[in-house]
């Protein structure tokens, strides 16, 4: 299936037996809004915000992030933007905050740890932007948070949005209530995802760091016996996968994926089979992921998913998927 030319869909797609599966654009740059709607994008299903605060000597202020979760809002009128609060740490250091040198930075101070913590007020001036920015773009606007461990850090997050939105409420500023979710990155989130979807609108699987903690591999480290590690494709994170899809339906979320597993249209009857909601990929192979969405039997899918999550081995999983790929 490598590297075939499609058709670009612009409209949203279903199984052939009509089962809805979103398929949304990774946008890490408003560079990128113009080619995930080219590539026929449903909607922005990660929007890396770490842009707006690299290369730069200070924060963005309020206003000027505004304009930016505006423009991708405007981008997709009829579809849904998601995008992820700052998620700083680990690979991703700024000059201008004081990030801390730690020995494990994968495994110190990142992602929602700081928004909760050093840069609760740089977390609150986005959440400000993304509410404003609800009232003024014309999609739908989502939050989700990265890197969240327990069911009190969620609900952090989720206190500073509504205390935000009192805010500008009192201070008669337009702003919508976004939807809301976290990612899932921590073996723990896999582990409390019942609890944690009670709380929100959706989840949205990150399997580039959900393998690294899942595989204990440095999603950075290309020694063979540390990033033959990093798959996931490995039973382990198959069934972490797996649980996650379940108990987040059964808490009445969505369950999305945006890891790059989802952009390997390889993998993709594997993943509608687990009962992903959302895929959301590099805009580039869209359309060959709705291509194949399209043509795909649900219960075929389904058998799949249900073979690959009781394999042992990797092997057996990528040949389980082979298999299935010749078939059709
Ligand atoms: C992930 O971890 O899978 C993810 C999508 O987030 P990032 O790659 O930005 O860490
Ligand atoms: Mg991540």
């Known amino acids: 299936a490598e590297g075939r030319a499609v058709e670009i869909r612009e409209d949203a797609v279903t199984t052939a037996d009509g089962e809805p599966v979103e398929v949304a654009a990774n946008v890490g740059t408003l560079a990128e809004l113009d080619g995930a709607v080219r590539q026929g994008a449903d909607g922005i299903g990660l929007f890396r915000t770490e842009f707006l605060f690299l290369d730069r000597e ?22 849904r933007v998601v995008v992820r609060t700052l998620d700083i740490g ?37 959440l400000r932007a993304l509410l404003r920015a609800g009232a003024v773009g014309e999609g739908t606007l989502s939050v989700m ?3 969240i461990a327990t069911v009190p850090e969620l609900e952090a997050a989720l206190d500073r949005v509504d205390a935000v939105a009192d805010d500008l409420e009192s201070e008669g500023v337009a702003y919508e209530k976004p939807e809301l979710g976290l990612m899932i990155e921590t073996p723990s989130a896999a582990f ?17 760091d959900l393998t690294q903690y899942v595989m204990a591999a440095d999603r950075q480290n290309d020694r063979d016996s540390v990033a ?22 059964a808490g009445d ?58 394999a042992t081995t990797r092997t057996t999983v990528s040949e389980l998927v082979a298999d299935t790929d010749t078939d059709t």
């Open 90 to 126: 680990g690979d991703k250091p700024i000059p201008y905050l004081d990030l801390p040198e730690e020995e494990n930075p994968f495994l110190g101070e990142r992602g929602i740890r700081r928004s909760l913590g050093p840069d609760r007020d740089l977390f609150e001036t986005q």
């Open 253 to 310: 979320a969505w369950v999305g994926m945006c890891g790059e597993m989802a952009g390997d249209p390889d993998l993709t009857a594997l993943l509608v089979g687990l009962g992903l909601d959302e895929l959301s990929l590099s805009a580039v192979t869209i359309p060959e992921v709705k291509a194949t969405v399209a043509e795909l039997e649900t219960d075929d899918a389904e058998a799949l998913a249900d073979r690959a999550t009781e």
């Open 192 to 208: 409390l995802a019942g609890e944690l979807a009670e709380r929100v609108d959706f989840l949205s699987i990150g399997t580039n």
């Open 228 to 249: 033959g590690l990093h798959d996931p494709c490995e039973p382990g994170v198959l069934r972490a996968i797996e649980r996650t899809v379940e108990a987040g339906h």
């Open 145 to 147: 948070f990265p890197m």
């Open 58 to 79: 200070a924060p963005p202020d309020e206003d000027e992030q505004l304009e930016v979760y505006a423009e991708a809002l405007d981008a997709f009128p009829d579809g």
